[in-house]
């Protein structure tokens, strides 16, 4: 039988030039073409580990941010229980409790009570690693204060009130 048109003896030696080995679902490209898909796997690595950092980052920064929030209001708690704790009970030398009146235009003993009270709370905030930023009587012996902790994230503050259950 004789070779169909077109068609080489297929028990004759290859006369075309060897080419490299071609892998399956490959197209060889011709010389000098670079391949657009090349190193395109470098670059998705590359921008899935950006990604995975900006998150762990951000995570990190929230977590901060709430660690220093959750300092802050158990330093504003204790201090206010601390103010508290030294208006109600007096001290030595001080006239007594803080009266109704204390806050606005309070007497002076209900003032230096007050002051003294407040570095109580401040050093209260300190000890636990927070700032005593405003230390106010509202009268019938409740006080107010406001502790701030810088964090990484910024400051957070919280504020936190205290006094008898029933005006005396």
Do not use: F, I, K, Y
Not at 4 to 32: E, I, L, S, Y
Not at 63 to 91: K, N, W
Not at 121 to 139: K, V, Y
């Amino acid at each position: 039988m004789t070779p169909a048109a077109g068609q080489g003896d297929p028990r004759a030696p290859d006369t075309r030039a060897a080419r490299p080995h071609v892998g399956a679902g490959q197209v060889r490209r011709g010389a000098g073409t670079p391949d657009p898909e090349r190193g395109s796997g470098t670059v998705l690595v590359l921008a899935l580990v950006a990604a995975a950092v900006t998150g762990l980052l951000t995570l990190s920064l929230l977590a901060s941010a709430q660690s220093g929030r959750s300092a802050a209001q158990s330093a504003a708690d204790l201090a206010a229980l601390a103010v508290a704790g030294h208006v109600a009970g007096g001290s030595a030398g001080d006239p007594g409790p803080v009266s109704a009146a204390s806050g606005a235009g309070g007497s002076a003993g209900d003032e230096r009570l007050l002051a003294s009270a407040c570095a109580v709370g401040r050093a209260t905030a300190e000890a636990n690693g927070c700032l005593l930023t405003s230390c106010d009587g509202l009268g019938a012996g409740v006080v107010e204060v406001t502790a701030s902790r810088r964090t990484v994230a910024g400051v957070a503050r919280a504020v936190a009130r205290a006094g008898p259950l029933a005006a005396p």
